[in-house]
């Protein structure tokens, strides 16, 4: 027996034109302001309108999230060890201590995201991790450094996790793809645009008394204070208060997401009991190793390309040059994954196949001997690391508001608490070519393999489940769904209050693969 309500009439009605209707009647969701005419809304050209008022400037302050949590790294090659008097495993543990940080808040700053406006409480964050940013370029020892890259990473940890939740609740499931990999391929613009930056403030160094490193932190800092303040009155809130959508705009925009079923969509009041959904749900579990599998690597990468192609005979801005046209690689890439995965919906399947590219270059990164055959096989990492998809997969697997942003932060909590492991493991000691710090790389990639297989797989065995009716609920105003081995489901009023009440355990759910 078919899972979804949709399919469970019983055949009876098939004959009876009126039962139909009436079965078909009680299936529907409330429909949001139903006295709303939304006929005059061309639904395409408000999604244009919503990309264009959302996804440029979001994607805008990650590239200044990713930019400022990453410059470290740039400024690593224009003497910042020398000038602060830091060993090598000093400066690792000032890459360290960021990701504690970030981990820890990373859920609590959802949950307020959620309880509070977005455009106060990201622009709030952007406003205070600017000035952490812009204080590090006037600090003047190792603990210095330290305090202020604890700080750095409280502030920022609720952006990435935030922006994710947040467009999932504009966005239908298969649009959710393509927009999350534009957002993410910030971080590779930021990549590029790190190394052309760094290049070009490296030539102020003297100015003011300080070298090329401080003018990194203080001008990058500063713009970011300067976005912050702007987001205030940039920043969009929640569909239904959303002031740049008329009212016909905001109730077809909560209608498409009640069609996706995605039923909190019009709204949910906090309950506790939506944290332990999140906790409870297997999905949360596995899409952590998802996440851990593709996120140290992301780090590891990051933050350390530069000296990788600094140690393979490149000096110091020429480095940061090369670093370029690998980041523009990524984000073309990206995005074309972010698109196909939409239009296909095989998301898991694409992950498979290019975590395994990920992983033949960093084979080549740990046989090579080669500067050339490296520098090729970077870009072959890159395909292990950017277009892999996680935070849209996982969001488009969880239903309910609160859940959906508890899962996320989690999920992206967990993978970001492994970047402590990626600023660990590329050792001045290992240069050039840092076998232990690819070796470890790639069995994080294995490690994203394995849960990635898993995480499909589990999908797909639910799904099938649900199609079998093995998960099928009793409702009450619904006679026939009274059978005996449904109870063990949960006995609801209605299908609305089942779809309320479970989220995406409700039997009618499906699971994207």
Known sequence: MS???????????ATDPEASSAVDEKLKTEIYNAEVDTSGVDEKKLVRKMDLALIPWLSFLYLLSFLDRTSIGNAKLYNLEHDLHMTDNQYLLSLTIFFFSYAIFEVPSNVFLKRLRPSIWLSLLMFFWGIMMTLQGLV???PQLMGLRWLLGTFEAGLFPGVNYYLSCWYKRSEFGLRAAIFFSAATVSGAFGGLLAAAISNMAGVGGKPAWAWIFILEGLITVIAGIASFWIIQDFPDTAKFLTEEERTLVIRRLQSDDQFSAEGEKFKMKYIFMSLKDWKTYVGMFVYMGADMPLYAFSLFLPSIINQVRFTATPANLL?????????????GV?????????????NLGFLCLGAIGYIILISSRNAALSYFAVYMATCGIYPIIRESWVSNNVEGSYKRSVSLAMVIGFGNINGAVSSNVYRA???????LG??????????GLAATTTYLLLLKRENARRERGERNEIIDDLPETHIAGNEKNGRFTTVNEAKREKGDNWSGYRYTI
């Open 323 to 335: 670093t370029v046209p690998v980041y523009v690689f990524a984000c073309i890439i990206t995005c």
């Open 338 to 350: 972010g698109f196909l995965a939409d239009r296909w919906g095989q998301r898991g399947y694409f």
């Open 3 to 13: 899972t979804s309500l949709e399919k469970r009439t019983p055949s009876p009605t």
């Open 140 to 142: 003047h020892n190792f």
């Open 438 to 447: 690819h070796g470890l790389v790639l069995l994080y990639i294995g490690i």
């Open 429 to 435: 000691r290992d240069k050039p070519w840092y076998p």
